[in-house]
Every structure is written in C-alpha cells, then in structure tokens.
C-alpha cells in the first residue's frame, strides 16, 4: 500500500495544451498549463504544429510547475503521462519527457488513459465541493469524445453510450467556425448565448435509440438553415449571431441532457457527475443542476480541471500508483486507446 503523501509529476500533452502538475496526496501544488495559440487561425488543431510546440514548451512548463510547487527535483516519486487517445505526434512528446524523466531519476512510470482522467478529476482535493461516491454516472464531454459513463470506483469504469460521429465539443467548434468564430469556438459559442434568445431558431435533433449519441445531422442543420437565410440576407450571420448561438448552444445541451436524463431512468443512478471541456459550458451546467429539485445528486468540475490539465492525469496516476499499476520503459503512446 502506498503512502498517502506520494508527491507525482503529472504530464498532459494529448492534443494542444501543455501542462504539468505536481501532486501530493490527493492535493494539487501546481499545475501549469501553456495554450498553443497557433492554431486559432487555421480553424482546428494543426498535429504538426502542435507536436512541434510541445516540444519547445514541456521543459519549461515542467520546470515552472516544479517551482511553484515549491518543491526540489529529488521529491518526486512517480511520474504519470497521458498515453492516450489524442494526436500521436502530441503525445509522444509527453510520453518520451516522461519515460527520460522516470529512468533518470529511477522512479516509477505511470500511464494514464486521457478521458478516465477526465473523470477522476473529481477526486481532487478542493474545500469547496464534494466528491461523487460510487457508483455514479459521468456525462464525458470533450473535443474528441462524448460518453456516458458508469464509474464504479478509481478504476472501474464502463460505457454506457458513446458518440457514433461527431463529439459534443466538435459540434461546438464546428458550429461555431460557420458563425465565423476563431478555434476552438465552443466557449464563444458560450459567452455569446449568455445575450441570445435560444428559441429563435430550430435545428433537427438526433432520433437515434438507446445511449449513444449522433451530432452529425445537426451540423448538418445548421449549415443549411444558414446557406438558406444568407441567399435572403447576406449579413444574416452578423444580425442574428447572438441568437445563432444561443440556439445552437441550447440544442446541443438538450441532446446530452435528454440522454442522460435516459442514463438515470436506466440505471437507476441518480449520481451525476461533468466532466471534459465540454462541461466549462454554463447552459450545461445550469441544466444539469436543475436535476437538483428532482432528486438528482451533481457534481461538477471546477473551471480549471474541465478542460485538458495535468492535475488529472496526476491524480490519475496516484489511484494506479496505490494500485500497483506501473508501466514499463516499452510503453507507447497510442493516439487510439482502449478503455
Ligand atoms: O477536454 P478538452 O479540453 O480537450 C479534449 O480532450 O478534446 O475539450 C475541448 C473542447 C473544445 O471542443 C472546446 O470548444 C470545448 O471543449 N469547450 C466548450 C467550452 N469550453 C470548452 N464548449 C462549449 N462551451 C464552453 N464553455
Ligand atoms: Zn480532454
């Protein structure tokens, strides 16, 4: 059994964030994130790119964390890297700094499945709200994802419906490119809504059964609902874009709740928790909590452990570490990975 006070090198490199956390406990000292900016221009995440900042980014964003966690190099026991899913050329780079890191310093090495993080983000210490307790359902929201989750305990976790296209978050950025926002659209999308009438406009829903979730048709939807109006308008985007969003916004937010809402009638689990960055969106949040009044137990993410962070991956790492789930120096980085 581990000690309770491990102190872990957390590393997230999966897609364009480079972070890095230093864990204690179940206690975040730091965790230090650097936002690749390069991308917003070209509408999405360039691999190529990305790969190539992380690389002049992890040492100095590993350093900083180190600092401001107030700690010396020879006090970290363990060092825990996200393995994947993500962009291969993204993830090697964490991947190698972690393994250099591990063997140089003769500690162990910890690989971490990059949405079950998401998840276990939940476990860390903060004053200012609870922790779920098993067994609870997860609603995981990110830009390559979008899953119900069943969690059992640290490292039992089950799917229970999964997107069939597109993910939640990409439905976000997608909508938004065609509202001629910057990447990544989705906190635009957002802030906007918060000054739009959500009812103004109709876009189709999904029919499909069971939990699994389909955003395909609605990209679908929204594009030709506006193809259609600019041939009446030309300025019909910059008009209408606050109503746009707040349309679009609440759309996507009744597809997820309405499949969670499914989840719970299923199982019989009225423990729900956020995660992903996907769950940094008010409306979600606000729909969600809302299940309050109906008995519903809520749990939601802080700000800064919603989207890509090291402090999950850390925290991650400490649940295999006390379970014994250690990695070798042979361990790949995998862009798709299994649950
Ligand atoms: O988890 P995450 O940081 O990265 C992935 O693992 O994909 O999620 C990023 C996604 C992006 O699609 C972004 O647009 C979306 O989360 N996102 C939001 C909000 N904040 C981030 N979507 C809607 N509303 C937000 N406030
Ligand atoms: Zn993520």
Redo the contacts with the bound molecule.
Sequence with gaps: MAENNTIILGIES??DDTSAAILQGTKILSNFTSTQLIHEKYGGVVPELASRSHQENILPVVETAINQAGIGLKDIQAVAFTQGPGLLGSLVVGASFAKSFALARNIPLLAVH?MKA?ILAHFIDDASSEKPTFPFLCLTV???HTQIVLVESHLKMTILGKTIDDAA??A??KAAKMLGFSY????L??KFAAQGNPDSFTFSKPKIKGLDFSFSGLKTSILYSIRDAKKENINFVEENRFDLCASIQKTIVSILMQKLELAVKETGIQRVALA???S???ELRKELCKKESIGWKVYIPKFEY???NAAMIAITGKFLYDAGIFSSQDVAAKARMDW
């Design positions: 999966s897609c990059h998401h990110s830009g390559g978050g990409e976000f950025d990544p659209g989705g906190p999308i957002d992903g960055g996907v940094a969106n008010s919603c989207t890509d």
